[in-house]
T-cell receptor
């Protein structure tokens, strides 16, 4: 089983739609959670961290459910510029060595 | 955010040659650098972790004699793909990490696209 699993998509949605991505992780000791965005042929860029209480940044809302080992990202009022691959990322507390573990990503295509 | 550069951004080489990729943290000192590889339509896979002045730690299945990593300073790490073969063609991304008051921040370089013919 992969450490971090995501639905690969693609999600094809019209502009203005609300779309939700889900992610599950297998390591119960995981402590930090993030959503990254990766555009085609570019490096990943941090979109937002995910906190236990849930957090919102503009049109983006992230939720964490530790009991179910589940993370979500909600995008409201989708824009064409939101088209990208969204990567769920987790890390353990052993940060002396452990790097970020990436999910395979969910591709979003927002259509006019 | 902090800036990490990689050079070259893309390279085409013949099978059997070696390729060196540089990763620099431009405005901070990176205590740890990571090297990732990404094949088309796949996730980033961690290859190795390196701390300045010590030997890199390689992930299972990554040949340390083929992928030589040197982390000579707090701002520079290099990855050398020795005797490259077509199956080594991939997108190589470095990442640099530093900590401030116990909080870790990690930034990615723009990646190097390697094509081996």
């Amino acid at each position: 089983r992969k450490e971090v699993e995501q639905d690969p998509g693609p999600f094809n949605v019209p502009e203005g739609a609300t779309v939700a991505f889900n992610c599950t992780y297998s390591n119960s000791a995981s402590q930090s959670f993030f959503w990254y965005r990766q555009d085609c042929r570019k490096e990943p860029k941090l979109l937002m961290s995910v906190y236990s209480s849930g957090n919102e940044d503009g049109r983006f809302t992230a939720q964490l459910n530790r009991a179910s080992q589940y993370i979500s990202l909600l995008i409201r009022d989708s824009k064409l510029s939101d088209s990208a691959t969204y990567l769920c990322v987790v890390t353990s507390m052993d940060t002396g060595r452990r790097a970020l573990t990436f999910g395979s990503g969910t591709r979003l295509q927002v259509q006019p | 955010g902090a800036v990490v550069s990689q050079h070259p951004s893309w390279v085409i080489c013949k099978s059997g040659t070696s390729v060196k990729i540089e990763c620099r943290s431009l405005d901070f000192q990176a205590t740890t650098m990571f090297w990732y590889r990404q094949f088309p339509k796949q996730s980033l896979m961690l290859m190795a972790t390196s701390n300045e002045g010590s030997k890199a730690t390689y992930e299972q299945g990554v040949e340390k004699d083929k992928f030589l990593i040197n982390h000579a300073s707090l701002t520079l790490s290099t990855l050398t793909v020795t005797s490259a073969h077509p199956e080594d063609s991939s997108f190589y991304i470095c990442s640099a990490r530093f900590s401030t008051r116990g909080i870790y921040e990690q930034y990615f370089g723009p990646g190097t696209r390697l094509t081996v013919t």
